[in-house]
């Protein structure tokens, strides 16, 4: 509770927003960092694009309770800036061993960081119809950052689903495709939803 990996992320957080688990073999959403309402509440999640997330989810059947929130970083970077690389790697051997700990079915990467982070750079839109042809699975050598390489030991199901971020900002945007992110994003959250119940 008094990390003091990154001396910038210290001096612009109120808290730690620490990760909130899901049972085994259920739906764990990571986002980039906790934005000004997380970071006030020192809960993840519960700003205006959490409440989205919550919406859609719970349209496919899975409450607030029903799934697990963790970021790729626990504390506010200031001005809900991008995490740097040197902040994201201090932090992600923590969220490596909170889901090796509550070992979900499926990862929920709600915008481009946690998707790069798990899945490579490139086209948020590229990884999603990726993860269709995929099955959503994460597979050893797809693995990107070092630290995620961990997770190719588990003994349990994984699967990485992308989605384009909740805020309200970029959910109303078009995707190069033509269609809304928030369309996609419904979509990528059926896709994760029927992941679980065929599990």
């Known amino acids: 509770m008094n990390c003091d990996r ?3 992320l210290c001096k ?10 899901c049972h085994a073999g259920g739906l764990l959403a990571i986002g980039e960092a906790p934005g000004a309402d997380e970071d006030a509440a020192g809960e993840g999640f519960v700003g205006r694009a959490g409440k989205t997330l919550d919406g859609v989810l719970l349209a496919n059947g899975i409450g607030r309770d029903g799934y697990g929130r963790a970021n790729i970083v626990r504390c ?23 889901i090796l700990e509550c070992r979900p079915r499926v990862l929920l990467l709600v915008g481009q960081t946690p998707t790069g982070v798990f899945r490579g750079n490139g086209s ?3 990884r ?3 993860t269709r042809r995929w099955c959503g699975s994460i597979i050893g050598e797809n693995l990107c950052h070092p630290a995620v ?6 003994d349990f199901a994984l699967a990485a689903v992308p989605m384009p971020h909740t805020s309200p900002l970029a959910w109303n945007r078009n995707a190069p495709d033509g269609r809304k992110w928030a369309e996609i994003g419904r979509e990528q959250v059926a896709f994760a939803a029927g992941i679980l119940r065929r599990s």
């Open 128 to 130: 999603i119809e990726e």
């Open 149 to 154: 390489k961990r997770l190719a030991s588990r």
């Open 6 to 8: 990154c001396p910038a």
């Open 76 to 98: 506010r970077p200031e001005g809900n800036r991008k995490p740097t690389p040197r902040e994201r790697d201090a932090c992600l051997p923590l969220l490596i061993d909170f």
């Open 124 to 126: 948020l839109l590229g």
């Open 12 to 21: 612009s957080r109120t808290r730690i927003v620490l990760p909130t688990p």
